[in-house]
């Protein structure tokens, strides 16, 4: 029996995995992408494509922009293939990654048992899979906060190996790449340096610092070319006021709950309340062990190192929940992240603590077969519970899953929409060689829209984009429309003045995009035989305008075409409308880019819509309706060819009941 017990552990860690493995394989394309991962994605492949390396990655919510590293391991998914699927794959891979180093690392401290129970709650917890599918910066840091951790858990509980120590320094400095947030289990790490001091050596912490000092020249170099604007920025944000509030350990706790995934499973709250109680049960028996070893100061090496692993279970789990309690933002769950993979650690030595304290009851027992009923009764109704919730959480994330790809789960445009729409546009671009791509969506700049991506994997120097709102291109040469906002002004224009391209249809969730013709020679016709009203200095011309009527409480709507007649400055430019009096008070006003002014090219001509709010007090009088043309940020108008700033459209007269 006993030869067959390795094997029995090893077939079990295997079933485990293979789980893991089945739920982060299942449906891995119907993760969502958005802005932060269209331009994440587009920037790496950009690299891929020839340019040059990225110093940086994309904006954080903060203000300042991300560190490079994610940027570099996207890129290398995307050299092996073209697909933003390899991608998704690369998220899956270190998911697992993520559950191997956390298993080995409690195996060889804590034993096989603690292990299992570990492995097997990372394993099915239903963000740790969502993680292991989405792609996103935070998405890659439970990888490197598992190797960070295992790393330090093993050098001082283990064994004093300088390859623990090395790697648990590369690892932080990746933490810190992928998410600043988790920037304070670098306290964490100093803290536990400071208590264990003596079981430090100087050579493998000096090589895992220059190492970490190596992985960020690149930032640095992006830095020093900005004049270290987004080290300026996050200073600012330590400035911002802060409040105490509770939502930090609540929010850690929502880990270990699948509510804000899907809430409508059956069973969700009492499952949920589940893990809470088991957490809770792991957290005090934790301190238990290591108030007991305090007080009873064992001298077996053995217990000394698990008391040494417990506690810097308990810093690496506590440190980043008293950062938070006083925050200047909102906190979400991936400011949690870095606390991986401590949760489910604790869970882990606790559970196989309580079969050690069911067998040490069973061996007082006199008779032999009291001792196997008060042993295996207890013990088999643990490992039912724990199996059962186990079972429950897989089940969950297969639910989600499902409602996930039928849209149920959120609205989001996923992954395999995406590729579609890439698959489709190459083929179309492929066809039509003089043709540009416009996209319509939501966003109409690189860095709002979710379809920005469209430029590296199609074709950079033919793609534009628009927002399906407020505008509509119509390039110099033919254009390839892809309406990705259904029932928005320019597909209404779309469905009116071009063609549907038969068999291009993306089904994305509830709504269906299409892609739509305009060649050359319907442009005269769309464009019609329109005179310049006015000639802006930079080179834009205005050559056509129309109003509806005017509604107190409603917005008055503006159609402005305008074409791009020079080759125009790389600034940006923003247009304001106006409902003016006669001695030019202003009654409303509605600004916005139209099109965005870094994408205006020689020839094009495009429409905006522009929807002043009238008030609802508005009183009878002749108005004024006026445009102007200015740099934006810094709203400095740009004069017409004739001087003057501001464009006089129409005067009008409003009466009550008109």
Partial sequence: MNKRKPLVIVILFLLILGVALFLRIRRLDTTGIWEDQSIILDTAMQWVNGGTMPLAANKSSLGFMHLPLIEYLYAAALRIWHDILSVAILTMISGMVAI?????????????????????????????????????????????????????????????????????????????????????QLLSMAIIFAILRRKLQIRPLVIGGVLSMVLYVPYLLYEIKVNWNDVKT?????????????????????????????GSVKHIQFFDM?????????????????????????????????????????????????FYLRSSHYLQMHYFIGQVP???????????????????????????SFQHVICLVPWIGLLLLTLAL?????????????????????????IRHV????????????????????????????????????????????????????????????????DALPESKSSAWLAAEATVISGAEIHVLQDVWRFYDLPETLRSEV????????????????????????????????????????????????????????NDQLVAQSDGPGLDSLQWQEGDSFITWFDLPVPQELSPDRYRIALSLYRWPEVKPVPFLSGENVLYLEDLQFDVGN
């Fill in 390 to 414: 186990a079972a429950w959480q897989i089940g969950f994330n297969m639910q989600f899953q499902d409602a996930r790809f039928h849209g149920e789960a959120n609205k989001e445009t996923q």
């Fill in 419 to 482: 590729r579609d729409v890439i698959r489709t546009a190459n083929q179309l671009l492929a066809e039509r060689p003089p043709c540009a791509l416009v996209v319509a969506s939501q966003g109409y700049n690189f860095e709002m829209s979710k379809l920005s991506l469209l430029g590296e994997f199609t074709s950079a120097e033919r793609v534009v984009l628009t927002d399906g709102r407020w505008t509509v291109l119509v390039p110099e040469s033919c254009g390839i429309y892809l």
């Fill in 527 to 582: 464009l019609g035989q329109q005179e310049e009203r006015a000639t802006w200095e930079n080179g834009a011309a205005l050559i056509y305008y129309a109003r509806g009527a005017v509604i107190p409480g409603a917005g008055l709507p503006l159609s402005l075409t305008w074409t791009i007649k020079d080759p125009l400055p790389l600034d940006t430019y923003h247009l304001g409308t106006y409902l003016l009096t006669m």
């Fill in 274 to 322: 589940c893990m809470t109680v088991l957490f809770g049960g792991s957290l005090l028996y934790t301190f238990w062990i290591i108030v007991s070893a305090f007080v009873q100061c064992p001298s077996d090496q053995e217990m000394k190192q698990k008391v040494t692993a417990f506690c810097i279970l308990l810093i690496w789990f506590i440190l980043p929940i008293l």
């Fill in 100 to 184: 191997l180093i956390t298993g080995w690392a409690t195996y060889k401290v804590f034993g096989w048992r603690p292990a299992f129970w570990t492995t097997l709650f990372f394993a099915v917890n239903p963000w740790s899979v969502f993680y292991s599918q989405l792609i996103w910066n935070p998405t890659l840091l439970p990888v490197f906060s598992s190797l960070t951790f295992a790393s330090l858990l093993l050098y001082f509980a283990h064994k004093q190996r300088p390859i623990y120590l090395i790697s648990g320094l590369v690892g932080m400095a990746c933490m810190i790449q992928i998410h600043p947030g988790a920037g304070i």
């Fill in 234 to 262: 996050l200073l600012e944000s330590f400035h911002d006021p802060v409040s105490f509030s509770l939502a930090a350990p609540l929010v850690s706790m929502d880990f270990l709950h699948a509510q804000g995934l899907l």
């Fill in 342 to 368: 401590a949760h489910f650690i604790l869970i882990g030595v606790c559970l196989d603590g309580v079969e050690s304290i069911i067998e040490r009851l069973a061996a007082r027992a006199r008779r032999r």
